[in-house]
């Protein structure tokens, strides 16, 4: 439903992404008549969206309001936070609020689009504070997967809006930033009026433990590994990068790289100071052939199973580079993103049938998350001690648990607010739903944006799941008599040795059709189209209990 438009009095903020869902976080801040992006991600296709590459959030409703945009801050340098930003700006020109990392990982995401001169770059230090407009910016550092990653205070007449970010609250973090809860109470003491909270891990008891856990269980791995070391992360996990590095290095080993956003994620991080991998420790990935590899490891992209990623083709045996060897070791040191269990599975069993040993949650700790559990959610929110509280960030249970947890720590039911794509928040001295907005999915396909809406998603499943009858044969364009064919072909349908009696019947079929059409629809082939599509469908369908899609081509002569 489309909202009216809003151009000044009460402030509101617009939920475009990332509730009810893991991914596409996306909110626009509006404030005396300007608009504050905040964050800007993409998810990933699930096995319900076949063909499709990326999934963006709706711009429409910044699109129409494009006059109105001010800027865009970005709270850290995942891709569900970062994702979409090169397809935003080729709508607009705006100005980039982010930290240092955050910024070199973007640059080249966004140099590759064409899109650089379209975005300027303001480079924030946590603990600081930033103007632009209306808005008044407190940054606050925040420990989570990634380095450098900010909850994020806005001043609103009413009081604070404060954003945590996706954090966790890591004692002994890699690069030894805790997360300010010292800059956070004073964003308490001053008076959140509205409090945004991480809730991706609000069902898991306890604690998330630390990052530096895994480091040890990394190095156990590699320095009893006899042959060649495989690690597969996530490109942006640059703590994890780091400590598998270390690891590497301690066993007397060099490292290689794989996977374009490997490359630039280690890249950038070497080049700003928040990798250390010396140059003698790195060796390109087509020198892996002629080293011992019991002297390698291999830090890979692909721990999502993504088909065409390099760990997936390592367990399909048809990497260029890497050809594993039983005995050699493989390590997923990654979460399993909702929706991607089928194909990290499968990538798992090719892994196995290589012979290579293979190590992945749950069977080893070879991971920890960068989210906070439950008693951390619960601390966060007693310093908060906000007077409206808002879960975000997680699919609807997420949600749902954050919020019970926030009634646990005394937040009174009627100020938590339980909200999903396309709710907006009216951001008065109360806060209260406003009217909901559209916030659909954009998917990208190939080169193509939007082009591909969910009546093309409906037709990709049904090929995948009854396949496709074609039918083609030449009419006489004046009686309608078949002049040639029909010859029914078919993909995905009937299996061949099955398929003769069941498409010989539907050749019949087809003719009987054409002879029964009113002598009035003999010379549109639309109609004659319909009845060929009407009578085998409902063949098929007794034939098979199956539904294809049905392509008559009638060729009139």
């Known amino acids: 439903m489309a909202s009216s438009d809003h151009t000044g009095g009460e402030p509101r903020l617009v939920f475009l992404g990332g509730l009810g869902e893991i ?34 959030p709706d711009f429409d409703y910044l699109r129409e309001r494009g006059d109105r945009v001010h800027a865009v801050v970005l709270t850290h340098g995942h891709e569900d936070h970062v ?101 956070i109470a004073a964003e308490a003491k001053r008076g959140v009026h509205l409090f945004l909270s991480d809730s991706t891990n609000a069902e898991d008891a306890g604690m998330t433990l630390s990052e530096r856990t895994v480091g040890p269980v990394l190095e156990g791995i590699v320095r009893e590994a006899h042959q060649l070391v495989v690690v597969a992360c996530f490109a942006s996990h640059i703590h994890r990068i780091q400590q598998v590095a270390n690891a590497a290095r301690a066993a007397g080993r060099v490292v290689a790289l794989l996977g374009r956003s490997m490359h630039q994620s280690v890249a950038a991080s070497r080049a700003l100071g928040y990798l250390d991998i010396p140059d003698e420790a790195i060796v390109p990935i087509e020198a892996v052939a002629g080293l011992d590899p019991s002297n390698v490891v291999v830090i890979s992209t692909g721990s999502q199973g993504e088909p065409l990623s390099a760990l997936s083709l390592m367990a399909a045996r048809e990497h260029k580079w890497v050809k594993l060897q039983p005995g050699d070791t493989v390590v997923l040191s990654s979460s399993v993103i909702p929706g991607n269990e089928t194909a990290i599975h499968r990538t798992l069993d090719g892994l196995y049938r290589t012979g290579a040993e293979v190590f992945h949650v749950p069977i080893s700790n070879v991971h920890v998350s960068g989210h906070a559990a439950a008693e951390e959610l619960k601390f966060m929110l007693n310093l908060v001690r906000p007077r409206w509280f808002i879960p975000v960030h997680g699919e609807r249970r997420h949600l749902s648990h954050h919020a019970e947890l926030a009634r646990e720590v005394g937040i009174r039911a009627d100020r938590i607010l339980t909200v999903e794509d396309g709710d907006t928040v009216m951001l008065g001295s109360e806060v209260r739903l406003g009217e909901r907005v559209g916030a659909g999915m954009v998917f990208v396909d190939g080169l193509g944006i939007g082009d591909v809406g969910e009546h093309v998603l409906r037709d990709r499943r049904k090929l995948a799941g009854d396949g496709i009858v074609v039918v083609v044969l030449a009419v006489d364009a004046h009686s309608g008599e078949v002049l040639a064919g029909p010859d029914v072909i078919n993909r995905g349908f009937v299996f061949d040795e099955a398929a003769e009696p069941i498409l010989e019947e539907a050749a019949h079929l087809t003719v009987l059709a054409l002879k029964e059409a009113p002598p009035e629809e003999v010379s549109d082939p639309g109609l004659l189209k319909q009845h060929i599509r009407r009578r085998l469908s409902k063949y098929f369908f007794e034939a098979t209990k199956r539904k294809p899609v049905i392509v008559p081509v009638i060729m009139e002569v």
């Open 23 to 56: 991914g596409r976080n996306m909110a626009a801040l509006e404030l005396d008549g300007r608009i504050l992006v905040l964050d800007a991600g993409l998810s990933f296709p699930t096995v319900e969206m076949p063909g499709i590459d990326l999934v963006l």
């Open 83 to 183: 994702g979409s930003l090169p397809y935003l700006l080729r709508e607009f020109s705006l100005p980039v609020f982010a930290t240092k990392l955050t910024l070199g990982l973007i640059q080249g995401k966004l140099e590759e689009h064409g899109v650089r001169d379209r975005a300027e770059f303001h480079e924030v230090v946590p603990g600081e504070e930033v103007r632009t407009g209306p808005f008044t910016i407190r940054f606050h550092r925040v420990s989570h997967s990634i380095p450098d990653g900010c909850a994020v205070a806005i001043d609103l007449p009413a009081g604070t809006l404060l954003h945590s970010g996706d954090f966790k609250l890591d004692q002994t973090p890699i690069d030894g930033r805790v997360t300010d809860l010292q800059g």
